[in-house]
């Protein structure tokens, strides 16, 4: 696909380092959000970034 916004399977996987078997799981158990077009899966990326955001541990100093 390839584009700014939206990312593949593949794209995410090289961008972020979560593999496709990871990705599959989370998907399934609602914890990241996608979209599925045709058969197709896609992540947006701001949306993948808040998520990530979201699930971060702040450390103290």
């Known amino acids: 696909m390839s584009n700014e916004k939206w990312m593949d399977t593949d794209e995410f996987e090289e961008a972020y380092g979560m593999k496709k078997s990871t990705q599959a799981l989370y998907r399934s158990q609602k914890k990241i959000p996608y979209c599925k077009i045709g058969g197709f899966i896609y992540y ?9 955001e979201s699930h971060s541990v702040e450390v103290g100093g």
């Not at 990326?45 to 990530?52: A, L, Q």
């Open 44 to 52: 947006d990326r701001k949306k993948i970034d808040e998520w990530i």
